[in-house]
């Protein structure tokens, strides 16, 4: 449980550790905090007494910045802690956690994690989690942007803190550590861990610069850092493969289960996509908002992404491309081995990193 390893959490508005507190010590503490005090009888609190934090049902704790609650028994770490959070508004942070849950749960992704039935939605996975499994180092491990979790089979023995932003794919399966964060604003002290690892997930996040730099932070000197994200030339470099039209069936067959299960959201991915198209920009709608339309999704080039990391002084020992998506019809595996080249036809670039000591 959390508790055991409180140490390592740190406030996400204020950087200051944090500490448990009960219910009835915090209405002791002040007669008058001046805040509702939501449900639950314990509640993390950070240094300065400033924020407070919610534990989830499920026993993990809400380190996002927009849900610390601020209290009013010290007004001028209150004014620091604004002055010290994000350029991005809690308004929109909200509000893009709450479009990403509104899809998954739309999509019912905890029992079709990618649009997939359980089994091939793990072998996709371990498509890109192996070359990430393959070069961790020894000592624990930070899932950033965990998902329902498929990674933690590859970190058996091991410390592995689990970090999302959806609370609804965390509570899917029955892991004893997990603390629901943003990878721009990881709620975990400098250097705690000796790999971090971020699968599938950074192309989802609001801002991949400041998510970088964070998951850097939190790798300790000497450390490994694993990612792998959407590459920029997919599905254009699967031309003249026969991955091109094992994928397109694949594609308009999951298009017509949408508009079947799912008009609304089927139309309003249709528009989306159509609206950017014409703009020509080179970003997926999965999530967005649709006030703003901002989208969330995006694919990275490849070099400008190792730019990124190098300019956070991560140091590339490898880069390469992974994941395959699996085909429409069912193609046997010796046909898959002997027509499926991952460099050539993955929808991911990872990039295995070391932090200098
Ligand atoms: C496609 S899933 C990948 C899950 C897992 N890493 C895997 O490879 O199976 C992407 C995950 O990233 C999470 N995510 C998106 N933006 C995030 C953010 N800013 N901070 C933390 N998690 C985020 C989503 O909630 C989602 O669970």
């Avoid at 604004?82 to 019912?108: C, G, M, P, W």
């Avoid at 790999?195 to 000197?221: F, G, M, W, Y």
Wanted: aromatic share 12%; proline share 6%; net charge positive.
């Amino acid at each position: 449980m959390f508790q055991d390893f409180i140490d390592i959490f740190m406030c996400p508005n204020t950087k200051e550790k944090l500490s448990l507190i009960s219910r009835n010590e915090l209405l002791e503490a002040s007669k008058d905090i001046g805040v509702k005090l939501p449900e639950g009888d314990q509640f993390l609190i950070n240094e300065s007494k400033s924020f407070l934090y919610q534990i989830a049902p499920f026993g993990f704790p809400i380190l996002l910045p927009e849900e610390g609650i601020p209290l009013k028994i010290d007004p001028k770490a209150i004014s620091s802690a604004s002055s010290s959070s994000q350029k991005i508004s809690f308004a929109t942070l909200k509000k893009h956690k709450d479009n990403l849950e509104t899809v998954y749960r739309k999509d019912d992704y905890v029992n079709k994690p990618t649009g997939r039935k359980p089994w091939r939605a793990a072998y996709e996975s371990s498509e890109v989690h192996t070359p990430a499994a393959e070069n961790l180092i020894p000592g624990s491990v930070l899932d950033a942007g965990c998902g329902i979790g498929f990674f933690r089979r590859f970190t058996r023995g091991r410390f592995h803190l689990m970090l999302d932003l959806s609370q609804y794919n965390l509570s899917y399966n029955f892991a004893p550590n997990k603390v629901i964060g943003r990878t721009e604003c990881i709620p975990i002290q400098d250097g705690s861990f000796e790999n971090v690892v971020s699968l599938r997930s950074l192309q989802h996040c609001q801002d991949p610069k400041t998510s970088i730099s964070e998951l850097a932070r939190c790798v300790k000197p000497g450390g490994r850092f694993l990612v792998a994200v959407w590459r920029e030339d997919w599905p254009s470099c699967l031309k003249g493969s026969p991955w091109a039209f094992t994928n397109f069936t694949y594609f308009i067959k999951k298009a017509f289960l949408l508009a079947k299960n799912n008009p609304s959201l089927f139309v309003d991915r249709a528009l989306f996509k159509l609206k950017l198209k014409k703009t020509k920009k080179l970003e997926v709608a999965v999530f967005w908002d649709k006030d703003t339309q901002k989208v969330w999704d995006r694919r990275f080039n490849r070099d400008a992404f190792q730019k990124m990391l190098e300019d956070v002084g991560l140091k590339i020992l490898k880069r390469g491309y992974c994941g395959i998506e699996t085909p429409g019809s069912k193609v046997p595996k010796f046909l898959l081995k002997r027509f499926f080249d991952a460099e050539k036809y993955g929808l991911y670039c990872y990039f295995v990193c070391d932090k200098p000591l």
